[in-house]
């Protein structure tokens, strides 16, 4: 069964870069939420989308930015990367209130 | 502060033996979910149990759920070296939204 695509896996920035994540859902889900995993921490919710629009927002830095596409993959974009912001970053895709499906997370390493 | 907080935060035990993590939230939630964490790596599903449920099994899984103490545990029954991970509890809170809340999770260490 298809499962949650993100890309890149891994990506290698120097501070203050921008850097774009991808995220591609599980086909028919119309749900996507990002997650933002810390070296030895929990995942931490950042920010949501349900049929293109902004559904939840949690603790997501004014330097970064997010959207959903029509065709429901979803990108976060960010900024003035700072060394804080190494972690790894998982989407998760959903039927509106279904469970959530987990990618593999893309590793993001600010140098 | 984190909705679910996860106890112990680090347990080391046999294989063969069971493995109990224990994980608190402060507000009401429509389920619980536990999820597996290998090093770093992806999070794998194991086991939703919803509000309205006591315990659920899967396997050598057992969650059970106490809504009145806003607690949950994970008994992981004869353990294997290949159960080593870190084990978190995500909570989908009965607001109205439907993001998840990780507790921070028990690193869980079976030895050969």
């Known amino acids: 069964a298809a499962g949650v695509i993100q890309s890149p896996r891994h990506l290698i920035k120097e501070k203050r870069e921008t850097a774009t994540l991808k995220c591609y859902p599980i086909?028919?889900?119309?749900?996507v939420y990002w997650y933002q995993q810390g070296p030895g921490q929990d995942p931490q919710f950042l920010i949501s989308f349900y049929e293109k629009m902004q559904s939840d927002k949690g603790s997501i830095p004014d330097r970064f930015s997010a959207q959903q596409f029509s065709d429901y993959h979803s990108e976060l974009n960010m900024s003035s990367l700072e060394l804080g912001d190494s972690a790894l970053y998982f989407c998760?895709?959903?039927?509106?209130?279904?469970?959530?499906?987990f990618g593999p997370g893309t590793r993001l390493t600010v140098l | 502060s984190q909705q679910g907080e996860e106890d112990p935060q680090a347990l080391s035990i046999q294989e063969g033996e069971n493995a109990t993590m224990n994980c608190s939230y402060k507000?009401?939630?429509?389920?619980l979910q536990w999820y597996r964490q290998n090093s770093g790596r992806g999070l794998v599903h194991l086991i939703l149990?919803?509000?309205?449920?006591r315990e659920k099994h899967s396997g050598r899984l057992r969650v059970t759920l106490d809504t009145s103490k806003k607690s949950s545990s994970l008994l992981i029954t004869a353990s294997r070296a290949a159960d080593t991970a870190s084990y978190f509890c995500a909570t989908t809170p009965a607001s109205g939204t439907y993001k998840y809340i990780f507790g921070t999770g028990t690193r869980l260490k079976v030895l050969a």
């Open positions: 086909p028919r889900h119309d749900t």
């Open positions: 998760a895709s959903s039927l509106r209130v279904g469970e959530q499906f």
């Open positions: 149990i919803r509000s309205n449920e």
């Open positions: 507000t009401s939630i429509n389920n």
